[in-house]
């Protein structure tokens, strides 16, 4: 049984920098493409970054591009996501965090939900002064 595990969210002020966590079991990670999404209470869950098997490749989402980097480190079967910057601007950055992996997925560019075989539980990050 595959699973994901989000570590990381919580409070940050505006400005401010997280870093988000996700240790993944059951599977071989080498095989898998992982990804973050977030969703905001009364909202879809939307895309933010993405990384290739190997680590080579990244997406990020035009609303975060340039704040948040996404890494992985396949020794330890992990995915990472850097938030920097963070903002309160129409609550953007407030949301769920999802730790998501595809072992189906040839295309890394902005992947879509349908697109995501594991899903993590969540984690919350709020953005407030």
């Known amino acids: 049984q595959v699973q994901l595990v989000e570590s990381g969210g919580g409070l940050a002020q505006p400005g401010g920098s997280l870093r988000l966590s996700c240790v993944v079991s059951?599977?071989?990670?080498?095989?898998?493409?992982m990804a973050w999404f977030r969703q905001a209470p009364g909202k879809e869950r939307e895309f933010v970054a993405s990384?290739?098997?190997?680590?080579?490749?990244?997406?990020?989402?035009d609303a975060v591009k340039g704040r948040f980097s996404i890494s992985r480190d396949n020794a330890k079967n992990s995915v990472m996501l850097q938030m920097n910057s963070l903002n309160t601007l129409n609550a953007e950055d407030s949301a769920a965090y999802y730790c998501?992996?595809?072992?189906?997925?040839?295309?890394?560019?902005?992947?879509?939900?349908?697109?995501?075989?594991?899903w993590g539980k969540g984690t919350l990050v709020t953005v407030s002064k």
């Open positions: 059951g599977r071989t990670f080498r095989d898998l493409v």
């Open positions: 990384i290739s098997r190997s680590g080579g490749t990244t997406d990020h989402a």
């Open positions: 998501a992996a595809s072992w189906r997925t040839r295309n890394i560019a902005n992947m879509s939900p349908a697109d995501v075989d594991y």
